[in-house]
């Protein structure tokens, strides 16, 4: 564990809840088609995606027992802000679990979200192998330590998405087969290593 004060701390206050998050997911998906112009139609239609696979794993995902088990022993209160944008689509997926497992232990982890495209030198801090991947959960104790970090999706689900990379397979086949991960798994993965860094 890391005893040095996060960098994210400063950025608690600059960031919005989960349910302001959502609110805000939903208005952009919402908007009328004669209000979103020809260059942005390919960006909305990710929303609209991201939208419906939040949806269902919100729907689909359980909090396991032992999950429940490993969140009811916590004693140190803590927050986690994560960085993302409603655009990401492993956010689509990971986002409503992370935010199901907080609101388990509400009275111990508060869960903000921090807008990447916002505050980018933020994420730059937090790079993953130099990439600026989203999501990115950063755990803070109550006097600002870093507790540990995650993201910006689960070990197998990188090592899939290298292999695919390594094979040069277009951008809308290694989504496709990405998206097809995470509905088979249906957040047990990210379950495990956020429970895994908790314990």
């Known amino acids: 564990m890391n005893t040095t004060l996060s960098p994210a701390i400063d950025y608690w206050e600059k960031s919005i809840s989960y349910q302001e998050y959502k609110s805000t997911f939903e208005a952009i998906v919402m908007r009328s088609e004669s209000d ?3 260059s942005e139609k390919e960006m909305h239609n990710y929303y609209i995606l991201n939208w419906a696979r939040s949806k269902r794993v919100e729907k689909i995902y359980t ?3 032992y999950a429940k088990s490993v969140l009811s022993g916590l004693t140190t209160k803590q927050r986690w802000i994560i960085i993302t944008e ?3 689509g492993d956010s689509s997926q990971s986002l409503p679990i992370l935010a199901a497992l907080a ?3 509400s009275d111990c982890i508060k869960f903000r979200i921090c807008s990447r495209d916002l505050y980018p ?3 730059e801090l937090y790079k993953t ?3 600026m991947g989203i999501p990115k959960l950063i755990a803070i104790d109550s006097n600002g330590k870093e507790l540990f970090t995650w993201g910006p999706r689960p070990v197998e689900a990188q090592t899939v998405f290298d292999a695919l990379k390594h094979d040069n397979l277009e951008k809308s086949k290694i989504y496709e087969a990405m998206h097809l991960w995470y509905a088979k ?5 990210v379950e495990r290593e956020i429970v895994s860094l908790l314990k």
């Open 103 to 105: 609101e388990y232990r």
């Open 185 to 189: 798994d249906k957040g047990q993965t």
């Open 63 to 65: 909090i396991s027992d």
């Open 129 to 131: 192998n130099g990439s």
């Open 36 to 38: 979103i112009v020809a």
């Open 86 to 88: 409603a655009w990401c």
């Open 121 to 123: 030198e933020l994420l």
